[in-house]
């Protein structure tokens, strides 16, 4: 629907960030979203700045950070997000196993949140944190 | 709102289920979700039967499993789950600091969905499953 | 949080729909969604109007209706739309085992419409309507 | 996106499960939901025997399962679903009428509770169970 | 999926509906939505007379109804709806630049949302209405 | 649930933080969002960041900005979001009746979103961008 920007076209601003993206992930070019946020040049640079810090290895791993990543695409139901991170989940080693077991427990979360909202259920006092 | 079913005022057929998250989860009584479930035991059984199964460790870690539990209940904005279940990730091994990395990470996955959706981002071929 | 207008200071604009629905529902006094809608005069009257609308008797009988209402106040986590719709179902006959088996579909479709997502599962051709 | 597992190349675990899938509808063949979520074979079986019990008959008939069904579907934006509920509800008894009815009553519920979510509406006292 | 039912097609009843749609917006046809929800009369009507009433300039002018609009379609990943609100928020005046800010500032209030979710905050007293 | 970072208790990098948002804001203490989120300080000071860049005058005016951060937060059903962002939208500018008219704009596009879903309706040639 939105415009693609390609690398040749993309203003320096825009190639800035496109370039520090293929150097942190070590690719040749950028996937369709950055492409697709080079509409707005500020947020571009803001989302990857976050993406970048929020992403990078720390007390949770990078397989961690991105299956968490799909489990909340998966319950929002973004497609391209389910894609694109899928790939990266993969990538930085979730299995076919793993990937299973993921959406067994997405899918029970979705069910067992909407029993509790059903049930109204009053949180029990050894859950309240002190 | 619901009535809590008590132990002492349960069916056998609603205390099987009880004494199994008892010994299953080494705890003297069970939270307030599964007494709240008791007012439809064949629901109570069914879940408990699959959340036992999608819970036990496997290719995922528990404290992985609870993670993606939490990811899930805070995108769908359920205050019971995110007590229960940030509960149940501190004690399978969840520290403070992936705790915040988890919320951040978290955070991250619902503003990019939207940006996803909002620019209809078509997806990219090398992320398609061959 | 919001102010709840009484009968006693409404002005006639909000009265005339405030009579209207204790008349529809014969009921003594609105409940306090209504009380708290007035604070914008228009909006109060247009839901209204909808809501009898769709909620009057016809294909379907108004205990599905309040169910089906249920099922999407539970999808979205509205409190105050489950204690609301949830008096409702049980005025227009809804029983406790019905009750139960709702909120047992409710999460398992909230289950199954992720897994749906999270496999990307295309439509088969038998589901397309003609 | 993800690999359609047909019969003839499943293992006799995942076969066992189409058959009682088959069997249970009276169809010749299992749809894609299913041959997709062959992927984990312990989802697919534990994902069926749950569906298969909860959507039985039982005090709600099953049109108005698969039109509870429906509702959170469409709430929840799955086309996969709205799609293959929305057959299953027809060959259930969901006449052209009933889907009209289905859909307002659906779209309200869907404004309604962003209504009282605006306000933050307190629970009447009437409605909150003994 | 759905049929789009065309003009010359139509029921007076549904013809007298697009004939105010196309006069009230100074278009030659009805879009797709109006054609589709023509499957129901009743709730076409409905919503036609409730979203002509909810659009029309007031307090708040067209280009904000429709960028509200927009927000709320790209929180809900409603492809359709960012297609036609965005071609309408643009035709009421929307820049690139107004569309650019509006993405980011949806994208946050979805993260600083699941963040206010995942740590419970308490509403601060200044901020409950008197 | 969690705790209040106050400011005297505060480390100097939490401590940077909340001098920034009280400088920015002129206002004499930070709201409680700020003081849970100090329990993980990167992501105080990315996400405080981020708001200060998104929610600063643009193409769009304060009001306006915070308009839209309200109606996805009514959308998402977010009570501490619509709070804190109902007080800011008013202190910007924002009338009781642009708050209902906001109101029914976010109930009507909650609605037209689920018709769309419910219809599968395909996207106009005319709504897609060239």
């Known amino acids: 629907m939105t415009k693609l ?3 040749a076209e993309a203003t320096p601003e ?3 960030v496109f370039d520090d993206i293929m150097r942190t992930r070590g690719v040749a070019d950028v996937n ?3 492409k697709a946020l080079a509409a707005h040049p500020p947020t571009l640079a803001r989302t990857w700045e976050s993406l970048k810090a929020v992403m990078a290895p720390g007390a949770l791993d990078p397989a961690v950070k991105e299956m968490l990543y799909l ?3 998966i319950t929002n139901g973004c497609s391209y997000c389910i894609a694109s991170h899928g790939a990266a989940a993969r990538k930085a080693g979730m299995t076919e196993e793993m ?3 993921l959406m067994a427990v997405v899918g029970m ?3 067992t949140n909407r029993l509790a909202f059903a049930l109204q259920v009053p949180v029990d006092p050894q859950f309240r944190t002190p």
Request: charged share 20%; proline share 0%; net charge negative.
């Open 14 to 16: 825009v190639r800035a």
């Open 99 to 101: 990937w299973g077991e």
């Open 71 to 73: 489990a909340v695409s």
């Open 5 to 7: 920007m390609e690398y």
């Open 32 to 34: 369709n979203f950055w």
């Open 109 to 111: 979360a979705n069910e």
